[in-house]
């Protein structure tokens, strides 16, 4: 249950039906009284929107979203809460994650371990994970259990218990798992170390799912202070994607989500990165490496403070590393010194975000030689422009992912949760086909000018071990 980038690739399965959920709903008991106020109306999508999504925000505050899609009974029924690692303490690294994990270990009403059962007996699936700006919690379900998952959802909203003898043993399951995904694969401690060493100052420096000596102080009560302090409904989102009509949904929603309470959300207040001085380095050599690779990271805003940079940098980073047409490979690849290259922007992000380069020298290529070349051609990128036919295939590339997404029973959801956890709009999603088409061979150059920059870059190697070279 750790950070799931590729989400969007979540393997769908066939889900039955069996019985009526009304029924099984009923069988939960009853959750506090409505809160007082009115339900906001319904908003349509506007026309031509990427998924077509609706939305409604209950009395309580919590943000509804509906996506509908009727090639199949069946939904998506995911709840998003604006909370993760980096809203953590400082010194509880992995509270967010750990308390995660917790969240199948049983309500008031619920004994530990029957939701996801609940969810298999009734032909469905269910998972959960967290990143640093946001807490997920996802079913796959047919249509008629719907009404079933929101009531058991909005049941550990509000009931966790968080019993010591469920803690106990969940802690090390969360230490097992930090030692499979980071700490036995020397990819992922490289990855670690070099974000830890690139954010001087924020949290998102720190890893999502923690230090273990820091998984091991978290004690019950710092877990049920954070609990208290962010599972509520006016700090999470709703979000249905399938064979579903928003005004069920939003009829559904009130009678259960609608009947928690827990005052306003809580205000995100995180440290900030000082601005950009020098350049830094990190080495790191392991046995098991057998071939180097290099990683270059540069200081870039979020979609959130400018829009019409990050849709720019989104098209400089295909631009520049995605695949044999881009400017890294045709320089480093075709030129005999790379195996492989690549670039990254990761613009939903609720602070400052950073632009990734990354390649791999082929077998015999010193490293030295690799970097320069890299550094050469960034140099050269920034310097020119960048050419309209390299612009005008990244966008046809781009679009053209954005007509697949809409096939996904959880590409919708899972865009469009992240994106109001991040404090987007839901046009940003809904309308980022138009706006990247929009994006000149001028407005790439000069993100590129405006980001491509020595100082507050980062640049990692990880190499093999001495005398373990291939």
């Known amino acids: ?17 069996a019985g009526a959920a009304g029924a099984a709903l009923a069988a939960l008991p009853a959750l506090p ?39 199949a009974p069946v939904v998506a029924h995911m709840v998003w809460y ?5 809203d953590e303490t400082t010194g509880q690294s992995g509270l967010a994650h750990f308390l995660e994990h917790l969240m199948f270990k049983g309500t008031t009403t619920l004994p530990a371990g029957q939701f996801s059962r609940r969810v298999a007996r009734e032909g469905g699936r269910d998972n959960a994970f967290t990143g640093h700006d946001y807490t997920a919690y996802f079913q796959q379900v047919a249509a008629d259990r719907l009404p079933l998952v929101m009531g ?22 969360v230490i097992e798992e930090r030692r499979q995904v980071v700490d036995n694969n020397p990819r992922s401690r490289f990855r670690e170390r070099l974000q830890n060493a690139f954010f001087v100052n924020h949290p998102y420096g720190r890893p999502i799912i923690g230090w273990e000596s820091e998984i091991r102080a978290i004690t019950r009560d710092n877990l049920l202070a954070f609990y208290r302090q962010h599972y509520r409904p006016s700090n999470a989102i709703l979000v249905v994607q399938g064979a579903a009509d928003t005004e069920a949904v939003r009829r559904m929603a009130e009678d259960t989500y609608g009947r928690v309470t827990g005052g306003p959300a809580p205000e995100r207040a995180r440290p900030q990165e000082p601005p950009p001085l020098g350049t830094r380095r990190v080495t790191v050599r392991d046995a098991r490496v057998r071939e180097p690779s290099l990683s270059r990271m540069y200081p870039a805003p979020s979609a959130r403070a400018d829009q019409g940079v990050a849709d720019a940098l989104d ?17 480093l690849v075709d030129s005999g010194l790379a195996a492989s290259t690549g670039a990254w922007y990761g613009g939903d992000t609720v602070d400052q975000t950073e632009f990734a380069l990354s390649a791999a020298p082929r077998p015999g290529v010193a490293p030295e030689r690799v970097e320069a070349a890299l550094d050469e ?12 036919e390299q612009v005008e295939s990244a966008i046809r590339q781009l679009t053209a992912g954005a007509a697949f997404a809409r096939d996904s029973l959880m590409g919708g959801a899972r865009t469009i949760g992240a994106a109001l956890t991040v404090g987007l709009p839901i046009e940003s999603v809904e309308a980022w086909p138009t706006r990247i088409r929009t994006v000149t061979p001028e407005r790439v150059t000069a993100a590129l000018r ?16 001495e005398g373990n070279r291939s």
């Open 33 to 71: 009284a409505l809160a007082q106020a009115t339900t906001q109306a319904t908003t349509p999508s506007p026309a031509g929107s990427v998924f077509g999504a609706e939305t409604f925000t209950l009395a309580n505050g919590m943000k509804g979203v509906v996506i509908p899609m009727s090639r």
């Open 152 to 173: 058991m959802e909005a049941d550990r909203m509000t009931n966790l218990l968080l019993d010591e003898k469920d803690i106990a043993p969940e802690r090390l399951v």
């Open 450 to 465: 405006a980001v491509l920059k020595e100082e507050g870059s980062i640049t990692g190697w990880l190499l093999p071990a």
């Open 1 to 17: 249950m750790t950070d799931i980038r590729d989400a969007d690739h979540i393997e769908r399965r066939t889900l039955l039906a």
């Open 82 to 86: 604006r909370v993760g690692a980096a």
């Open 377 to 388: 051609t960034i140099a050269k990128a920034v310097q020119a422009e960048v050419a309209g």
């Open 315 to 331: 098209v400089a980073a295909h631009v520049l590393g995605s695949g044999p047409s881009s400017i890294l490979w045709k320089a």
